[in-house]
């Protein structure tokens, strides 16, 4: 079992024909991601050779939904075409669109994810400025690396990019059922709280660890979710215990104001929704052999 992404998976690359989405693609296909076309006006009708497999290019994501079946997209196009991309993505109606792009003005993600919501919902989006989601062994959308750990029985959520590499690598012995990196921006589409009900609904997730960052109050609302709906052990890391308040710190929501977004009151929170939370990914990781082994 998995959440969102499977083996039966049938990927798209918007962007597929830049020198970023020849590259991932390359690497999607290498994991055994089945990507079924490409999509870009200008070159439709073309194929690409990935290493002896032939991906089709097509002009828009409805031709290529209509010609492929595919229900995955992801997007790796330009950030002031991002907000272009993801709409033609929800007109489509394909049930999952991972928006890689990273950059993407504020209002230009809050106006596709008011347009999905505006059209139902059909579309589930994550990210945007987020590493995708990987269903290990079965299928690797985004740019996660897919040799760094195994097929198994946790799940993870993150705001991370790179502390999703990391954690997923520290405990790379015991694998992981999905890992969805959902990225750090002020809005995105899927939140911790989405990951969290799908982990807890999923049987073959045993434990979830959740990886959260300093500003905005996403942990707080996640912890308060747990409590109420979440029956599987839960492991938490919040970056970002050493940030000076008022500073932005990488991601454009890693923003404190006062006490309100601090480590600490997430870290807080959290406790008191029953999660152990790490000081480090290390000890973070070391949390969850202790839970799976007990």
Same mark, same amino acid.
């Given at each position: 079992?998995?959440?969102?992404?499977?083996?039966?998976?049938?990927?798209?690359?918007?962007?597929?024909?830049?020198?970023?989405?020849?590259?991932?693609?390359?690497?999607?296909?290498?994991?055994?991601?089945?990507?079924?076309?490409?999509?870009?006006?200008?070159?439709?009708?073309?194929?690409?050779?990935?290493?002896?497999?032939?991906?089709?290019?097509?002009?828009?994501?409805?031709?290529?939904?209509?010609?492929?079946?595919?229900?995955?997209?992801?997007?790796?196009?330009?950030?002031?075409?991002?907000?272009?991309?993801?709409?033609?993505?929800?007109?489509?109606?394909?049930?999952?669109?991972?928006?890689?792009?990273?950059?993407?003005?504020?209002?230009?993600?809050?106006?596709?994810?008011?347009?999905?919501?505006?059209?139902?919902?059909?579309?589930?989006?994550?990210?945007?400025?987020?590493?995708? !989601?990987?269903?290990?062994?079965?299928?690797?959308?985004?740019?996660?690396?897919?040799?760094?750990?195994?097929? +198994?029985? !946790?799940?993870?959520?993150?705001?991370?990019?790179?502390?999703?590499?990391?954690?997923?690598?520290?405990?790379?012995?015991?694998?992981?059922?999905?890992?969805?990196?959902?990225?750090?921006?002020?809005?995105?589409?899927?939140?911790?709280?989405?990951?969290?009900?799908?982990?807890?609904?999923?049987?073959?997730?045993?434990?979830?660890?959740?990886?959260?960052? !300093?500003?905005?109050?996403?942990?707080?609302?996640?912890? $308060?979710?747990?409590?109420?709906?979440?029956?599987?052990? #839960?492991?938490?890391?919040? *970056? +970002?215990?050493? *940030?000076?308040?008022?500073?932005?710190?990488?991601?454009?929501?890693?923003?404190?104001?006062?006490?309100? +977004?601090? $480590?600490?009151?997430?870290?807080?929170?959290?406790? *008191?929704?029953?999660?152990? #939370?790490?000081?480090?990914?290390?000890?973070?990781?070391?949390?969850?052999?202790?839970?799976?082994? *007990?």
């Amino acid at each position: 079992m998995a959440i969102w992404l499977n083996k039966d998976s049938k990927v798209i690359v918007q962007g597929m024909t830049g020198a970023t989405g020849m590259k991932h693609t390359k690497l999607m296909l290498g994991d055994g991601t089945n990507v079924v076309g490409g999509v870009n006006p200008r070159k439709a009708g073309q194929t690409v050779d990935f290493d002896g497999t032939e991906v089709p290019v097509f002009g828009t994501v409805k031709e290529a939904i209509e010609k492929t079946g595919a229900n995955v997209s992801v997007i790796f196009v330009p950030e002031k075409f991002t907000k272009d991309a993801v709409v033609e993505a929800i007109d489509a109606e394909i049930p999952l669109a991972v928006v890689i792009t990273e950059g993407i003005a504020v209002h230009d993600t809050a106006a596709f994810w008011a347009y999905a919501g505006k059209k139902g919902n059909k579309t589930r989006i994550i990210g945007p400025n987020c590493p995708g !989601i990987i269903t290990p062994g079965q299928s690797n959308v985004g740019i996660i690396p897919g040799d760094i750990t195994k097929p +198994g029985r !946790i799940g993870l959520v993150s705001k991370s990019g790179t502390l999703t590499y990391q954690m997923m690598y520290e405990l790379r012995d015991i694998g992981f059922s999905t890992a969805v990196g959902i990225g750090g921006d002020p809005i995105i589409g899927t939140t911790h709280i989405d990951a969290l009900a799908a982990f807890q609904d999923d049987p073959d997730t045993d434990l979830i660890v959740m990886i959260g960052e !300093i500003g905005g109050d996403a942990e707080e609302r996640a912890a $308060a979710f747990i409590k109420e709906n979440v029956t599987k052990p #839960v492991v938490g890391y919040v *970056a +970002g215990f050493t *940030a000076p308040e008022g500073k932005t710190m990488g991601h454009a929501g890693a923003i404190v104001s006062g006490s309100s +977004g601090t $480590a600490q009151a997430k870290k807080e929170a959290l406790e *008191a929704a029953g999660v152990k #939370v790490g000081k480090t990914p290390t000890e973070t990781a070391k949390l969850a052999r202790e839970i799976l082994s *007990a």
